[in-house]
């Protein structure tokens, strides 16, 4: 049971290239969400996406967009890389109950230069 | 609304000392409060949770915290720390009622001398 798998698990990108960061998850999960972590400020959410088919911004959302292909998968772009997005990003999943605990993946660290 | 505060961005304990983090929430419904730990290099993890029943609630590795609604704090604690304790651990918080979104505390590092 693999859970939530995130790829590439790193990168280096030069400042205005694109990218898209993958997601998926096997555990039949309603609810995905995209984090970024930065040193002090703790996890930010920037979007999720409550169930298939629907997506809604987070606290930074700005130079990101996202796509929940299908059930499974939940992929973050960003189209114009800024050195300021230089973080650590997870992904997770959640069942839809409001208890429901957050599954999280490995973690992508993502530096732009 | 709802939010969380986590006092103490670093604790530091001897090994087999008595282990706190505190964390304190504001959400204006019930909340469903959780305890998740971060290892270097990893993605988050549930400790435990509390959702409705019991204050006391027991976790994984001997964690447990109490959820106190008139001082809206949910503290976790553990008797006796241990060297593989070490790590980032974060409060969360998810309001009842239909909510999706959990908003996290900004993290307490935990470290462990010998």
């Known amino acids: 049971n693999a859970g939530v798998t995130q790829t590439p698990k790193f990168q280096v990108l030069k400042t205005g290239q694109s990218m898209t960061l993958q997601c998926a998850q096997d555990?039949?999960?309603?609810?995905m969400y995209w984090y970024r972590q930065d040193p002090g400020m703790g996890l930010r959410l920037i979007y999720y996406?409550?169930?298939?088919?629907?997506?809604d911004k987070g606290e930074v959302p700005n130079g990101y967009n996202v796509s929940r292909l299908n059930k499974r998968e939940f992929s973050l772009r960003l189209e114009s890389a800024a050195p300021s997005q230089t973080s650590v990003y997870f992904c997770?999943?959640?069942?839809?109950?409001?208890?429901?605990?957050?599954?999280f993946g490995n973690g992508t660290r993502l530096t732009v230069t | 609304a709802q939010s969380v505060t986590q006092l103490g961005s670093h604790v530091s304990v001897s090994e087999g000392a008595l282990v706190l983090l505190r964390c304190n929430y504001s959400?204006?419904?019930?909340?469903?409060l959780f305890w998740y730990v971060q290892y270097p290099n990893q993605g988050l993890q549930l400790l435990l949770k509390?959702?409705?029943?019991?204050?006391l609630v027991k976790g994984i590795n001997g964690f447990e915290a109490e959820f106190k609604k008139s001082e809206t704090s949910f503290h976790l604690t553990k008797p006796s720390a241990h060297m593989s304790d070490a790590a980032e651990y974060f409060c969360?918080?998810?309001?009842?009622?239909?909510?999706?979104?959990?908003?996290f505390g900004r993290g307490t590092s935990l470290i462990v001398h010998p």
């Open positions: 959400s204006s419904v019930p909340p469903y």
């Open positions: 509390y959702t409705t029943g019991a204050t």
């Open positions: 997770a999943s959640s069942g839809q109950a409001d208890n429901s605990p957050l599954h």
């Open positions: 996406s409550a169930s298939e088919g629907t997506t």
């Open positions: 555990m039949n999960h309603n609810s």
């Open positions: 969360a918080v998810r309001a009842s009622g239909g909510s999706y979104i959990p908003t």
